[in-house]
């Protein structure tokens, strides 16, 4: 349970890069990646012009708990943040549960999501950073993520991010300030 896996992101094929690689790729999806007991899809950073340093953003996934018993998410970490804040319903919470086989929406579900806080540096629009999600029963999953637009509003005019979390609650907003659809299809394997 304690133990820390990495698995291969499996991001949408194009050519002209690879994720942490030299070239500017941004998958159109977001990247994918599973352990044992977890799949997670869409995973991104909403960070469309990039964040400054001390800002914050928002990280955007679809999860399915395959463990076959109660799971929850407890955190997402990374080497560049110094935090990050979980909601459900607008509020903070300590815990997403992830029920056995049901689908979870943390890209643009109703006020349920990840905040990643106080960056330490600047990620820019299409650059790659590695983060680990942290599970109650479930591995750690550690992976490559991009920050980009991926479906967000488009601000393209304004500069990197350094709003602090929305309402003081630091929760992402929901469908009424999302109002992009995904850009990938749901899985549809009867779940």
Not at 58 to 68: C, Q, S
Not at 162 to 188: E, F, I, L, V
Request: aromatic share 4%.
């Amino acid at each position: 349970m304690g133990a820390l896996l990495w698995v291969t992101v499996a991001a949408c094929a194009s050519p002209g890069g690879e994720p942490g690689g030299g070239d500017t790729y941004v998958p159109q999806g977001g990247v994918q990646a599973s352990s044992p007991t977890i799949t997670l899809t869409d995973v991104w950073l909403d960070a469309p012009t990039g964040v400054a340093p001390g800002g914050a953003a928002d990280l955007r996934l679809y999860a399915v708990n395959e463990f076959g018993g109660q799971d929850a998410l407890t955190g997402v970490t990374s080497p560049l943040v110094q935090g990050d804040e979980l909601c459900l319903g607008g509020r903070p919470v300590v815990r997403i549960p992830l029920p056995p086989g049901e689908p979870v929406d943390l890209e643009w579900g109703d006020g349920a999501g990840v905040r990643l806080t106080g960056f330490r540096q600047a990620v820019r629009a299409a650059s790659w950073m590695t983060i680990s999600l942290h599970f109650e029963h479930s591995q750690t999953v550690t992976m490559q993520v991009v920050a980009g637009p991926l479906g967000a509003p488009d601000t393209a005019s304004a500069g990197p991010s350094t709003a602090p979390p929305d309402g003081g609650s630091g929760c992402p907003p929901g469908p009424s300030s999302a109002a992009h659809p995904r850009t990938m299809p749901k899985p549809t394997d009867g779940r």
